[in-house]
Nanobody, 112 residues
């Protein structure tokens, strides 16, 4: 059974940091690109970042470049999203996806 389970969301003040994790199971994790997307209230889901199977190639949406870092640990079947210098506009449900599968999402709220 293919499954993606996100964790690490929460409430953080502007300028703060969070690290999201996504644990994968049911497929050969290291063979697939993995991505993070987000959906803010009342808005469409949007791409945030992606990483190749070996972790050697990454890509980000412009608004998070220099603040967010995507990484993976293939030994742990886990992909991470380190988020620094968070802004209120980063508030959203963050989803992990790969192997044509989506996780359930984890809520990130940036507010003072």
């Amino acid at each position: 059974q293919v499954q993606l389970v996100e964790s690490g969301g929460g409430l953080v003040q502007p300028g703060g940091s969070l690290r999201l994790s996504c644990v994968a199971s049911g497929f050969t994790f290291s063979a697939y690109w993995m991505s993070w997307s987000r959906q803010a209230p009342g808005k469409e889901r949007e791409f945030v970042a992606t990483i190749s199977g070996a972790g050697s190639t990454t890509n980000y949406r412009d608004s998070v470049k220099g603040r967010f870092t995507i990484s993976r640990d293939n030994a742990k079947n886990t992909v991470y999203l380190q988020m620094n210098s968070l802004k209120p506009e980063d508030t959203a449900v963050y989803y992990c996806n790969g192997f044509s599968t989506w996780g359930q999402g984890t809520l990130v709220t940036v507010s003072s």
